[in-house]
């Protein structure tokens, strides 16, 4: 796991999105430098992060995204037209899980050629059933690499 730097850092609002990919990269290259050099990779977070990993998913090489909790639609503020944010993961070219609480305030995607949704009991934190989320990630992971180690 790991924290993005301006949680580290104390601040509750993030920086832009490039920045964040760019911090992600980062961590990324970090990792493929050291103990993970010559290994797949999967990328993946949650909420923010599940968004930040399909943005950087094709620079950092990735074989699959994993989105815990995509917020697929901003709360909708008043005066303001409804926005989604499905282009980020329709832009995503490799197997794809999207685990989402079946109540998720946050919209829950459909899903898409590379794109495998599963709902789950809960919300957006996901905290309601922590085993079928388990389950459900850990399936789909068996598949990934499993697929990753038929492809010389």
Same mark, same amino acid.
């Given at each position: 796991?790991?924290?993005?730097?301006? &949680?580290? /850092?104390?601040?509750?609002?993030?920086?832009?999105?490039?920045?964040?990919? +760019?911090?992600?990269?980062?961590?990324?290259? &970090?990792?493929? /430098?050291?103990?993970?050099?010559?290994?797949?990779?999967? $990328?993946?977070?949650?909420?923010?992060?599940? &968004?930040?990993? !399909?943005?950087?998913?094709?620079? +950092?090489?990735?074989? =699959? $995204?994993? !989105?815990?909790?995509?917020?697929?639609a901003p709360p909708q503020r008043a005066g303001k037209p409804k926005q989604s944010r499905l282009a980020e993961l329709e832009a995503v070219n490799?197997?794809?899980?999207?685990?989402?609480?079946? &109540?998720?305030?946050?919209?829950?995607?459909?899903?898409?050629?590379?794109?495998? $949704?599963?709902?789950?009991?809960?919300?957006?934190?996901?905290?309601?059933?922590?085993?079928?989320? =388990?389950?459900?990630?850990? +399936?789909?992971? /068996?598949? $990934?690499? +499993?697929?990753?180690?038929?492809?010389?």
């Amino acid at each position: 796991m790991v924290e993005q730097p301006y &949680r580290v /850092a104390g601040r509750r609002s993030p920086p832009r999105a490039s920045q964040l990919d +760019a911090d992600w990269l980062s961590v990324v290259e &970090r990792l493929r /430098a050291d103990d993970f050099a010559g290994l797949p990779v999967i $990328v993946g977070g949650r909420s923010l992060g599940a &968004r930040v990993a !399909c943005r950087t998913a094709e620079a +950092a090489g990735a074989i =699959a $995204v994993l !989105c815990l909790a995509f917020p697929l639609a901003p709360p909708q503020r008043a005066g303001k037209p409804k926005q989604s944010r499905l282009a980020e993961l329709e832009a995503v070219n490799v197997p794809t899980l999207v685990v989402q609480g079946e &109540r998720d305030p946050f919209g829950i995607p459909p899903p898409g050629p590379f794109r495998e $949704v599963v709902k789950v009991p809960g919300d957006h934190g996901l905290k309601t059933d922590l085993e079928a989320v =388990a389950a459900t990630v850990q +399936a789909w992971l /068996a598949n $990934v690499v +499993a697929e990753a180690a038929l492809v010389p």
